[in-house]
């Protein structure tokens, strides 16, 4: 592609508010959006992210009970994944899911494995300081948006839309993910909601500030 392509894309997506219902996306395509979040890179390389794709009716009439930002989106959306983050269990430095990964995923040699356990660990208690909870699902949650964020770029390559969506309630969220999708939210987290279709509308013109309020260069 072209540099005006890409740069075309990122133009042609926007926070899409309501999709044409008629409009699917076809298998072939959506499996082209999935594959960019399952390539994104992340901290470590550690993959800290799970996606639910919901398509099913009855689920998504749960989900807009808690989600504000959403219903619409929920009504006309070709497709709506929830981004899920690990927590504490799978991502503090010494879980069971980390030295699987890096044996099992990575294929790191015992020595590297040992190496490399070490530098997570110090990572984790003091250079970013990872010491809780909820920062530590913060981190794991910074990783999680860049595959949602190359998701939605690569949906504009192909001229499908998009919406990311932080417009829900997260504790009564996740009790929708524990009682009706059997996901254990110790382990994970919802972090967001992606809406994919079809624009049935044009949106206003994209609004920036300019790039010297935005770059400094020294
Ligand atoms: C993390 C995140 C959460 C967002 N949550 C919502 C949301 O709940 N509902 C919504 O309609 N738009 C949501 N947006 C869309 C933003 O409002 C939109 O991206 C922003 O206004 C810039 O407009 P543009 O994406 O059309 O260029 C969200 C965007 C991001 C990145």
Known sequence: MTKEEILAAFQYRHACKEFDPNKK?????????????????????????????????ELREDLKENAWGAPKKLDT????????????PLMKWDSDYIQDFMINVQHHPEEVRKGRSKFIEQ???????????????DWASK???????????????????????????????????????DIDTEKFGISYMIAFG?????????????????????
């Open 25 to 57: 996306i076809s298998k072939e395509d959506f499996e082209f959006i999935l594959e960019t979040a399952r390539l994104s890179p992340s901290s470590f390389g550690l993959e800290p992210w799970h996606f639910v794709v919901v398509q099913d009716p």
């Open 77 to 88: 959306a070709s497709h709506y994944v929830l981004g899920l983050t690990m927590k504490t």
């Open 198 to 218: 079809y624009r049935v509308v044009e949106p206003r013109e994209k609004t920036r500030r300019p790039m010297n309020d935005v770059v400094t260069w020294k």
């Open 143 to 181: 990783q999680s948006y860049i595959a949602m964020g190359n998701m939605m770029t690569a949906a504009a390559m192909i001229g499908i839309d998009s919406c990311p969506i932080e417009g829900f309630k997260q504790e009564t969220t996740e009790n929708i993910l524990r009682e009706k999708l």
């Open 123 to 137: 990572f984790q208690k003091s250079d970013f300081d990872l010491s809780d909870d909820r920062k530590l699902f």
